[in-house]
């Protein structure tokens, strides 16, 4: 059977989908990847239509976070308008609101795709499109009515999956109204890709220890548990050996929720056999009372070169009862400190523009954050209200903000406050200065408006660049020939980046991008 994946994303890291493409592969199945990044126009290109005709799919699966809702929702139509073929909607916004996507789609997967969507090409083969499937997790719309079935179980022995390619060749991207194969034109993924597709993105283990009440997280549990399953390490450093034959690949970017959900022995066979067979620098996520000091010191001798762990606010009430992490700063400063005693570069992930903290929480956070051991870079994310989060709903419910309020801000940008700017400086500003601005009747005062703004100028136009390219170097152990392939690497994308957000036409013009589409297709969001 003919399989055709739809990712509208936009950018070509496709996780997911490389997982449901693998293993339907695996069976026997001719698959194709297409990657229409953001697509929501009123008419089907002709180069996609003919694609589609020239493959001519037995079924389609299009692939959707919460942000791609009405991308989806718009293809679905076009699609349908133009050929005879059942459509599956699958991830994670099909995971959290499966009656809102069940309407438009012929069946909805809530849950993984790997084992469904084989189940479902079966069904198709042998059965045909006239009659409804009856496979767990995957509900039908069958003429009008709603087929629901039991959620299925996910995937326990996760080592039974195919691999996940870097660049698979049946990994086809629109770009300038033309289809291309990414494998003949990697340059072009390399474009899509984030990185400069420098990075291979992969995962170890699928679940999170913690359900913080504004993560998708928390929603996921109700259809796959509360336990985080993991792969072997054999099996993590056989898809690694595969994927590192692409010499662009210069890291390995592991994108687990906390990489230290891993225990000792496991860990320690990873470093010695990534230490052996891969030998590259790699980056991974933490929670801060996961981390502890000889787990860390194995990873950063094996290579660990960048750590991103999340610490949101520096209000323990904030994180406790609005965030439900339960993490006291005392122990995300413990974590900090363990890190800043390794070479690694840390990343620190926070969240503001947050409703329910009150002004002095803001200047808590600030102070906390400014006691964590320098140099580290900080990113600041607004608070985005996904739906199916408890966070979110309670967020409806409290008339804060509307239930698609996600579509219309964009997780990067975030509001230019005072308070904000003084946050975002802290991790480059000397700890008497932040004190000396922290104050609430400081923003109120011009002389200390000016000052800060002519910090925030300073900062993240000349002083952090400075900060990040020392910590990179100093991660890579100032090997040479890493800094010049990392910088070679990564200089177009990032640079291309730069240009785009100054000409205001990056990711950051999602927003705009539906807003036109809601001017011009009223009828799409009704
Ligand atoms: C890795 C990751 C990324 C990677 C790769 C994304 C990818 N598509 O693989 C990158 C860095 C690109 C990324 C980007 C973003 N991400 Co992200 N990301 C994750 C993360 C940490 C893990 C995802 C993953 O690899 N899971 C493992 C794979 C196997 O699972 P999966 O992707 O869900 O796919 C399975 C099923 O969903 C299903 N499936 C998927 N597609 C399809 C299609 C069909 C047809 C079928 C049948 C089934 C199916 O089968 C798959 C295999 O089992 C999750 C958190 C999480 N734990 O899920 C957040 C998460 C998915 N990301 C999230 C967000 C918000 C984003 C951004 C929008 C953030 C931003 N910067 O603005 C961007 C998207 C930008 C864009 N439009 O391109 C949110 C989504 C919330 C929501 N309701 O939509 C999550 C849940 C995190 C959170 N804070 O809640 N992300």
Redesign the pocket.
Known sequence: MKLL?I?????A?????K??AANARSYGHDVKILFL??YLESTLNPAIAEFISNFNPDLI????????YYPAKNLTRLLKEKFDVPI?????????KPGECIRYADYV?I????H??VSLLNHLSTKGKGTSPEIPGVWVNYNGHIIRPLIAQP?TNLDSLPFQEYLPDYFYGFHNNRLYNFAEHQRLFRQYA?YGGTCH?M?TT???PFHCS????S??MNVFGRKVRERSVRNVIDEIKEVIKNPFILYINF???CFFTHNKEWMEEFCRLYKKHINLPFIARAIPTMLDKKRLSMLVDAGLCWIVMGIQSGSDRVNFEVYNRKIRFPAVKKAADLISETHAAPFYEMIVDNPYETEEEKIETINSIATLKKPYIASLAHL?F????PLAEKAVKDNIVTPDA?LFR???NIDETYLNKLLAITPCTPRFIVKYLNKHEAQRKPLHIFLLNVLHFAVKRFIEPVVFLFITMRSLDYRINWIVRTVLGNWKSTLARLVSKYLGKS?LE?DQRLTLAKKNMPELFK
């Not at 990712?7 to 950018?11: K, R, V, Y």
């Not at 504004?214 to 997280?217: A, D, I, K, S």
């Open positions: 994946l990712s509208l994303q936009s950018n890291y496709v996780t997911g989908l997982y449901v990044p953001g699966g299009i692939s959707l976070m919460s942000i791609e599956i909607w699958g991830g994670v916004h099909a995971i959290i997967c849950g993984e795709g790997e469904a969507v995937e984030l993105m995962i699928r679940g999170c504004y993560c998708g997280n929603a996921f994108q687990d929720d985005t996904f739906p199916g989060t996600y964009y997780l990067l990711d999602f």
